[in-house]
């Protein structure tokens, strides 16, 4: 049987090649309104952040968000996107990779 191909996306702090299902997508919609993608398909301009609340520390410190989608993002959605990466994270380790 073939293996298949596993998509990589790159993670914008470590600026490596991940798999797309140890990130989470950031987009931003024609109307400018940021939002978390958790399936990955919702059309805009998408940036990838890893799933470790630690990084996402850092990108809140190193605004990394707005030098890649070209807006002013606001501490909040930094706020809301740790929370949701601790989440997973929790999730991860509860329940282990399913997939």
Do not use: C
């Not at 919609?29 to 990084?55: H, Q």
């Amino acid at each position: 049987m073939k293996k298949r191909k596993v998509p990589m996306r790159r993670d914008l702090l470590t600026n490596e090649m991940v798999p797309k299902k140890e990130l989470v997508r950031v987009v931003l919609d024609k109307e400018g309104n940021l939002s978390i993608d958790p399936t990955g398909k919702k059309p805009g301009r998408g940036a990838y952040v890893s799933l470790k609340p630690d990084n996402i520390q850092i990108a809140k410190d190193k605004q990394v968000l707005n030098q890649s989608l070209r807006i002013k993002v606001d501490d909040g959605f930094y706020d809301e996107l740790f929370e949701y990466v601790d989440h997973q994270k929790a999730r991860k380790e509860l329940f282990g990779d399913k997939k």
